[in-house]
């Protein structure tokens, strides 16, 4: 089942192949200053502004996190009145998927798909461009609704039907626009992305042979493919609703609200699996490489991944528990979804085993690692609870479920990409990241987002309804310790940022190998790496036989 | 897989032109249906669309011809325009599933049927049927008559499915190197979508003005016009790459064995037809 | 030594949290119903399984980030598989899945079966408060949310049921199989008290049923529990459960409350009893859309303050409160509230504020429209 060859052999053979040297052919034509970034096609340089807007997204969409919290530090309405508290929540939600963690995974992709596999660039680099700067666009406009007369989308991330159909402010036909465009910036990105990985491979590596990082990005280019068009078909048939007076979610007519949540949750419950599993790719080789040993069950790491996308498709109904699904509908979907742990489980079980007997250093990466693991965990284990559908009906749209997906979301991919920003900042920048503001980073970070998420499972289970922006008084300490942790956590971030900028302006060099652990084929060129690296593509074909 | 000669091209203006052009479309779309203004912007924007792809796509011919592209790169586009037509399955995956779930759950249940048939309390009157003339709130007046699919639209399968056969033969013309033929078969394939086009508005005209099927006329004029309306966008748009490619073909850009562009828009076309097979079996017969 | 130490300080923190974090206020309630014990036991049980699976899989974790350190000198193996280790911890989860899958399926089928109830009772969901009628009994009413707003405001201090206290609870007798079928006139809600494990959403046009069975009397407190607009946080569910003989004389006077009601309606009403009858009825119904002045929120909730077109258009006046507007949130009140509130909620509106039309609606006017 296994390869027969552990992937780590492969970079001993490759070094004599980096490309650095013979890139400045091309930089003849490359534009300088703002330009250069506006029309670039080069992986590395839309890698950036993936990562630099995912950012930029973040730290919008968390401050707008932060007046939700501040709001529910008390009971009472002191900040806000309840409709811009909807807005608030409603936008956080948006921005942190579709703008921050999406993004994010898709600008690593972008720089280090084509470094892992050795591959010139992207498959399709103009599409890659496009794909990009169709973001900015759609999140300018997204922003500009809060500006609109009735405000911005105020009916969740989820926006149910009728909510966000009759019962929405005007502003609704843009939101409903520039997630369209987002729309077509995910798929187009997906698809190059899969192209890149199918097509673009260096001789003599074989599917087996990826790191399981191209693996996870495979698949999850796979998932959004898949599921981005049923999206647009969902806010489309809302947009007709709106505008054009049909009713596919108005039972006067013949339709039923309850056809919006099973749309959108055939696309909502994969887009979860969107933000998770590119993550594992990146624990699947950061933990290897400061346990200095091989990956444990690389061929099962694979299936569990392949497992858990398919899966992904059979269980959008576990969202929709209380909706009054019929009694069968109720029991498939919660049988499938329990199914889910047991390769989510492989994968946990297999990073373990990869510590075990390792030669383990904790370096800020593999800080963020670790705790990925814990955390991740814990919140696949609510997922759990959440599944079983007869407990679900006290947990649903309570803060419980609210604890829960932030555990995954948080320290979980959030954390990922910060383990993947500080494992790769040193193949980026060529300077290694400062260690000392690292720790401070992930300790403050750690201790913060357990205060902020871990209340929040007692106050659902307590009873709080999410989506409230007051709350009866047994829930006062609850809110008021996740209030709290969410400033820590936040502020947390500024370091963060800090240490970014720093590493970017200097800092100990790194050599092309930066981490001594490490083996994937990006290890083998320069650091910093160089605009354009594997021209002439490594031979890997003497490594297979 | 080639060594070294995968073509990354420099750095091109079109990409984020087309970015900001489709953000104008969108713009526009938003402002005239929300502030019912400045209609002319979607105008506007459509234009910057088509203006901007094809200067891109002039770059990617003018590289293409020069020789630039290797089998690799060739490769990369098949994958390309196959994972593109797999998510316009899924985009049409999802109208079909809204249709059966209407069809299936929503409207029985509506009258009593099935597992929540309980909410018929709320629909004492209503009777369920497919199509459904009568829809359960009064207020929401029904077709009084539907589409017969054994007139136009039977024309129009037989159309599309002609002129799936014609571009078969245009293909078939091409790579043996019988550009005449090949060229007489386009343009009766390009025919073909046109006059299924005009049938289309024909049938359009007619649902509106005389059988009172219409995007308000519930449930059965929704997904009516939802799942033709999008095909026959998807005709629109295959008719007009087929012309392009038409052009192309008639400027001697393809060449026997290497025509992706054709195969590219081919394919498209195909697709288009297969999902017309669907909608005629499930919105006009069944 | 060290292993004694860890063990005690393990059974502490497990006693820790069974009698601090499992208490009351921390965790799910067991509740009052037998499905509500079920679904804590449910909770429980798969709570326990994750804390044990979780116990196991970070303590191997810990005990290999100490163990394996570099600093301490740890030399990395080089192992990368083991088949009969993966199928082992393939096939355990499975089994642990499937034992808790199978009570949960008989739970599941209990809260599907809503048959033989001795009592229907239909809970419309609106923006925002609950409407229950009694089938077949000519009861109904709308239950409000009861706390002022100076609290909500912080003017004032909050009570201990702040924000889940309403004008009328639904009144329930125990022992009894109560069906609820739930609805909506606009948008989804979802009806739950956590003391009854009943969650179900109210869906508009389609209706829902779900069941419960009180074991005990008393009070039992929920909340909406789907986003329905911005007063979601404000429409919380109360449940009275009572014994039958006192449910039976409380609904007989309901019934003669409702007679009465209807009686007031053939009588001429003065100005000052319409007035005061309908800043009642706009302060708990109408407000929370219109707002306490009648100055709206435009766009979405027009002001009715000044609204001269309003002011000088009765007939379209009187239709908009009856009838409601199709495709907007504006409601149709002919079948939720009486002539009698109607009339003054009309004539309050065209006589507050400073609208001084001066217009009596009588509520036989209105009754001729409710029952054409
Ligand atoms: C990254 C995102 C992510 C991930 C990975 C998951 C993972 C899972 N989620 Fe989560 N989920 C969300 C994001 C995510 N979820 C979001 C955003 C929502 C809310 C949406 C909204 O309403 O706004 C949500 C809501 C949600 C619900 C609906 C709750 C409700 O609204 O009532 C449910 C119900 O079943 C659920 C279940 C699960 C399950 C079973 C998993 C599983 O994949 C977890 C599997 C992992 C483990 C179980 C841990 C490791 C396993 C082991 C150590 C093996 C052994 C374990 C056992 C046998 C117990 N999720
Ligand atoms: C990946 C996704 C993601 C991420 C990263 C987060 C991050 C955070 N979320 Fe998120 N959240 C969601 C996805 C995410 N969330 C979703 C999908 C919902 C559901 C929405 C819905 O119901 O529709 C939700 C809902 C949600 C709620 C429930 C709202 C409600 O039900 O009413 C709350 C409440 O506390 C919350 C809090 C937070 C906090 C405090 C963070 C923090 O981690 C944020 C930390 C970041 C920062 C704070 C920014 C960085 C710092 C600065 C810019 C410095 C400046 C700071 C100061 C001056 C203090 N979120
Ligand atoms: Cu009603 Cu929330
Ligand atoms: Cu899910």
Not at chain 1, 343 to 358: A, Q, Y
């Amino acid at each position: 089942m296994a390869p027969k060859h552990p992937p780590k052999a492969r970079l001993e053979h490759s070094e004599n192949v980096a490309g650095g040297a013979a890139a400045d052919v091309h930089e003849a034509h490359h534009p300088s200053g703002p330009l250069r970034w506006l029309l670039t096609t080069n992986h590395k340089e839309i890698g950036t502004l993936y990562l630099v807007f995912s950012l930029t997204m973040f730290l919008i969409g968390g401050v707008m996190a932060l007046v939700v919290r501040l709001e529910l530090f008390q009971p009472g309405l002191q900040l806000v009145r309840p409709e811009f508290f909807n807005q608030m929540t409603t936008m956080h939600g948006l921005i942190m998927v579709f703008g921050a963690v999406m993004p994010g995974f898709v600008g690593l992709a972008n720089w280090m798909v084509p470094l892992q596999i050795g591959a010139p660039d992207m498959a399709l680099p103009r599409l890659n461009n496009f794909s990009f700067w169709l973001l900015p666009v759609a999140f300018l406009l997204l922003l500009s609704t809060l500006l609109m007369p009735g405000g911005g989308p105020n009916f969740g991330w989820t926006f149910y039907a009728p909510l966000s159909t009759t019962y929405s402010p005007p502003s609704t036909t843009f939101f409903i626009l520039s997630l369209h465009m987002a729309g077509i910036s995910s798929i187009l990105g997906a698809i190059n992305i899969i192209a890149t990985i199918l097509n673009l491979r260096a001789p003599g590596m074989r599917l087996m042979d990826m790191t399981l990082f191209v693996w996870t990005w495979l698949i999850t280019a796979f998932l959004l493919i898949a599921v981005m068009p049923v999206l647009a078909g969902v806010i489309t048939m809302m947009l007709l609703d709106i505008n054009f007076g049909t009713s596919f979610f108005n039972a006067a007519g013949g339709g039923d609200p309850v056809l919006f949540q099973h749309l959108f949750w055939f696309f909502g419950h994969p887009e979860v699996y969107i933000m998770i599993l590119p993550a594992f790719g990146i624990i699947s080789v950061i933990v290897p490489t400061f346990a200095r040993k091989p990956l444990f069950g690389y061929a099962s790491m694979v299936y569990a991944t392949a497992s858990i996308a398919i899966l992904s498709f059979l269980v959008w109904a576990h969202h929709m528990f209380s909706v009054g699904l019929p009694l069968i509908a109720e029991l498939f979907f919660m049988y499938t979804t329990m199914l889910i742990a047991v390769p989510t489980g492989v994968k946990v079980f297999n990073w373990i085993t990869t510590l075990f007997r390792g030669s383990i250093t904790f370096e800020t990466p593999m800080l963020f690692a670790l705790a990925f693991i814990v955390l991740f965990t814990i919140g696949g284990f609510s997922g759990l609870m959440l599944a079983i559908a007869p407990a679900d009906f006290q947990y649903h749209d309570t803060y419980f479920v609210v604890a829960h997906f932030h555990y995954v979301l948080v320290p979980g991919a959030v954390f990922s990409i910060m383990a993947a920003v500080y494992y790769w900042l040193p193949k980026w920048t060529g300077h290694y990241p400062d260690e000392r503001i690292g720790r401070w980073h992930f300790w403050l970070s750690v201790i913060g987002v357990n205060l902020l998420f871990f209340p929040m499972h007692f106050a659902g289970l307590a009873g709080m309804p999410r989506r409230i922006p007051d709350y009866a008084l047994q829930f006062a300490d609850f809110n008021m310790a996740s209030s709290i942790g969410g400033f820590l956590f936040g502020l947390s971030q500024l370091l963060f940022v800090w240490v970014v900028i720093k590493c970017i302006r200097g800092g100990v060099p790194a050599p092309a190998k930066a981490w001594d652990g490490a083996t994937d084929l990006e290890w083998s060129v320069p650091s910093p790496a160089p605009l354009h690296t594997f021209e002439t593509p490594p031979d890997l074909r003497r490594v297979a036989s | 897989m080639s060594g070294g000669s995968y073509y990354v091209p420099a750095s091109s203006k079109w990409p984020v032109l087309s970015g900001l052009a489709l953000g104008l479309f969108m713009i526009g779309t938003g402002v005239w249906l929300v502030f019912d203004r400045a209609g002319y912007l979607i105008a506007v924007g459509a234009l910057a669309i088509v203006t901007v792809m094809a200067l891109w796509f002039r770059d990617v011919v003018r590289e293409s011809r020069s020789g630039l592209y290797d089998e690799q790169m060739d490769r990369s586009f098949r994958w390309g325009m196959g994972w593109f037509i797999f998510s316009e399955v899924m985009f049409f995956a999802a109208f079909f599933g809204a249709l059966f779930y209407i069809r299936v759950f929503a409207v029985p249940w509506l009258d009593g049927e099935g597992a929540k048939g309980i909410s018929a309390l709320l629909w004492p009157d209503f009777v369920a049927s497919w199509p459904l003339m009568n829809p359960p709130d009064s207020s929401v007046a029904g077709p009084h008559e539907i589409v017969d699919p054994w007139q136009l639209p039977l024309v129009n399968t037989l159309f599309l499915v002609v002129s799936s056969i014609t571009l078969t033969l245009a293909h078939e013309g091409l790579k043996e190197g019988y550009r005449d033929s090949a060229r007489n078969c386009l343009v009766l394939t390009i025919v073909l979508g046109v006059c299924f086009l005009v049938v289309q508005g024909v049938e359009y005209y007619e649902a509106y003005h005389h059988l009172g099927v219409t995007l308000q006329a519930g449930i059965y004029g929704a997904t009516f016009f939802l799942l033709t309306g999008f095909h026959g966008a998807h005709v629109t748009v295959g008719a007009t790459i087929l012309i392009v490619m038409l052009w192309r073909l008639q400027k001697g850009h393809f060449t026997p064995d290497h025509h992706f562009g054709f195969e590219a828009a081919a394919w498209y076309w195909h697709f288009v037809d297969v999902v017309w097979v669907g909608l005629f079996l499930f919105v006009y017969v069944f | 030594m060290r292993k004694t130490y860890v063990l005690a300080a393990l059974i502490a923190g497990v006693a820790w949290l069974e009698r601090n974090a499992l208490a009351d206020g921390w965790n799910m309630p067991v509740g009052v119903t037998e499905v509500s014990r079920h679904v804590h036991g449910l909770h429980m049980t798969i709570f326990w399984i994750c804390v044990v699976i979780g116990a196991v899989v970070f303590g191997v974790m810990f005990y290999s980030l100490f163990r394996y350190r570099r600093s301490k000198g740890a030399q990395a193996a080089n192992f990368h598989e083991h088949t009969t280790v993966e199928i082992f911890w393939t096939a355990v989860p499975l089994l642990i899945l499937v034992a808790m899958a199978i009570p949960a399926t008989a739970t599941l089928r209990d809260m599907y079966d809503a048959s033989e109830a001795d009592l229907d009772v239909m809970v419309t969901g609106h923006q925002w408060r609950w409407h229950y009628d009694y089938v077949g009994e000519d009861v109904n009413y709308f239950s409000n949310l009861a706390t002022p707003r100076e609290q909500i405001d912080g003017t004032q201090a909050k009570d201990a049921n702040y924000l889940l206290e309403v004008d009328q609870p639904l009144v329930l007798p125990v022992d009894r199989k109560v069906r609820l079928l739930m609805t909506s006139s606009d948008v989804i809600h979802s009806w739950w008290v956590p003391d009854l494990a009943v969650k179900k959403d109210a869906i508009p046009g389609f209706v829902n049923e779900a069941w419960t069975r009180i074991d005990e009397p008393g009070i039992y407190r929920g909340q909406c529990a789907e986003l329905c607009g911005k007063d979601h946080g404000f429409m919380p569910v109360v449940v009275h459960a009572m014994p039958q003989e006192e449910f039976d004389a409380w609904l007989a006077e309901r019934k003669e409350e409702a007679a009465a009601a209807a009686s007031g309606v053939d009588r001429n009403w003065t100005l000052p009893e319409l007035m005061e009858r309908g800043e009642q009825v706009y302060g708990t119904i109408c407000a929370s859309c219109h707002q306490a002045e009648g100055q709206g929120l435009p766009p979405t909730f027009p002001a009715l303050v000044g609204n001269q077109a309003l002011l000088d258009d009765l007939e379209r006046h009187i239709d908009t409160v009856v009838n409601g507007v199709a495709g907007t949130p504006m409601p149709a009140f002919s079948g939720t509230l009486n002539a009698v509130d109607i009339a003054a909620v009309i004539t309050y509106e065209r006589n507050a504020w400073g609208n001084e039309t001066g217009d009596i609606i009588q509520p036989s006017t209105i009754q001729a429209q409710l029952s054409p």
